[in-house]
């Protein structure tokens, strides 16, 4: 049988309906003193921990007092509502399958746990999704008992990929990882897995195992990563579709003639269950709390400010709705959405006229404040280089007000002696605001000067000035928005990502390249004067972005500022320090430091009296000893040559004799050559 057939015939459905019935459940009283929380979960009635306080099939157990879990299971439980949709979240394993080089099976779990022995659950289609990861498999869940198939329906999906370069990181659509809505009514999760065709497991050492997994949709980001590992013992949250099914596909109208009917508090009403057999209880309209309890089902009091309904005049609160009026005097066509106004006898209307007059004159005078705000507004742009800036075809002029929106709304992504920095959107594009601290105003005349070459600056490695806001007495900068953050959160943050040799190399040469750019090839020289991890920003693709240059400079003029935007002294060139003199070589001695931070992963200062120049700088010419200090995760026996020629390019740089420093273009060239020289 072809592979093409194979699949076909584990994705039929078989299209028998199985005939299902269960006992009748008994009448239950829920006990009194049933603890109604577990950790920080709710345990509502039917469900209900300890003997007398559960429906038959809504035991839960709490583990350590602080940790629900299903009766009977290790599984956790996340959550449990009542209403509006009658749920269970909880975590369940995944089912996986390994082989060895020759393709055969060493080990393999269907994911199968006791979750349901009572059948109350069935797995939310609209909820969740089956998820599946490998390189030659079909993984199918089935459910419901019946027919020559055994099971009312299969469903599945199938992962293929023979290149370990296929699979991209986010991409489920079948290479690497499938994933495929499930049908409601499936009261277990045990997936099985299948191999189709003429395809093996034979040495895929990148694709050891398959894994598959039921759990909420939007959940699981695909990472190509997991083909080589996952943890076998991982669990995933998935969303359960409870309801009373204790006596099967019974009406609501039938189910409350039989023992047990659920619905016992006073306001409550039957609902079909959605997904199989059996019902669910709500409170009526106007009613909320728990329909399954002896008057559980409350008054709701619409007219609580934090209710939320609406009125508009004077609320009354009944029992199970409310009333809305308007006060004596006062009228509304719909006091439930319109306000009310008064009634207009003369008296009022001689009121009015005295208003109306006073009004007039308010307006007048808040005339008068928006005229001068104006004036105020205009002189401000006036002084800040507008007129100038205005001849640039360059650069975009933002007024205040298209900014005061990414203030409000827009987010807050960085703050130090510059001032503040904004994440929002202008338009459909995505942006970086800076706005400075009041007081650290530039000299005007420099200020447009300096703008216009920067917005002149068109290279893919440095950071875009798109505009600036000249309203402000401290003018505004807006920068191209880089998503991924700094190179200093990548090497250092809280969660450090894997990067790879290729990488790191990659962001070297790039960020040199953008440096030389500024060097050498704009008509005026531009230095930095803070290179550092934390200035270099890196796109979705790890590609470097050089920022935090020129302007930053200029806008703080007092000392104290200027030493938080451009000194950190980790980094800072020895010679700039003595002589106060900065030159594109202390650019250079900075971006040594760079190379190190990348190589070794270290920070620049790591403690308190040792710092990775001078670490480098007492064993760079011992290879035994440099080597000790390259990142683990890239030191690999056959990259060494190359690290340690990274070691002493970086050395090279930090030379205390400027003279004998390479320029950043010398560097830039270095590096291209190092990377070219790797074997892939």
Known sequence: MGSASMWMRLLFPALLVATMSAPVADSLTVSPGCVGRCGDVDIP??????????????????????????????QRVLNLTLSPRPEARVMLPIAWQCFNSTGDVTGDFDGKVNMNPEGVYRISSELNQLVLLGCNTFAQIKSGVSGRF?????????????????PQDG??????????????GLTDNVIDFESGGSWTHEN???CPCDYAFITNRGYYNFQKAHLRHMDVNTSMPLSLDWAIRDNGSLSCAAAATKPGYACISRHSECVVSANGPGYTCNCTTGREGNPYVVDGCTDIDECAPQAGYPCRGTCKNTDGSYECTCRPGYQSNDPFYERCTPRFPLAAQISIGVVGGILLIVIMTFTIIIIKEKKKIHDTYKRNGGPVLEKARTIKLFKKVDLQQIFKNGKLIGKGGFGEVYKGLLGDELVAVKKPISGNVLESKQFPNEVIIQSQIIHKNIVRLIGCCLEVDSPMLVYEFIPRGSMDDILHGEEKKPLSLDVRLNIAVESAQGLA???????KVILHGDVKPA??????????????????????????HTALVI?????????????????????????????????SRKKATYSEDNSIVKSFLDVHKDRKKSTELFDTEIAVEEDLDLLVSLAELAVDCLNLDVDQRPTMTDVAERLVILKRSRKP
């Open 45 to 74: 009635y039917p469900f209900g921990i300890g003997s007398g306080c559960f429906r038959k099939g809504f035991e839960i157990s709490c583990v350590n007092n602080t940790m629900p879990v299903m009766a009977g299971t290790t």
């Open 150 to 166: 055994n099971y009312q329906y299969y469903t599945g999906c199938v992962a293929f990929a023979n290149d370990s370069s296929l």
């Open 171 to 184: 991409a489920c659509r079948g290479v690497g990882c499938c994933r495929i809505d499930i049908p409601p």
């Open 204 to 206: 895929q050492e990148f």
């Open 517 to 523: 750019y500024m060097h050498s090839q704009t008509n």
């Open 535 to 560: 200035n270099i920003l890196l796109n979705d693709e790890f590609a470097p972005k050089i920022s935090d240059f020129g302007i930053s400079r200029l806008i703080a003029t007092d000392k104290e």
């Open 567 to 599: 000194g950190d002294r980790s980094y800072m060139d020895p010679v700039y320090l003595q002589t106060g003199m900065l030159t594109a070589k202390s650019d250079v001695y900075s971006f040594g430091v760079v190379i190190l931070e990348l190589i």
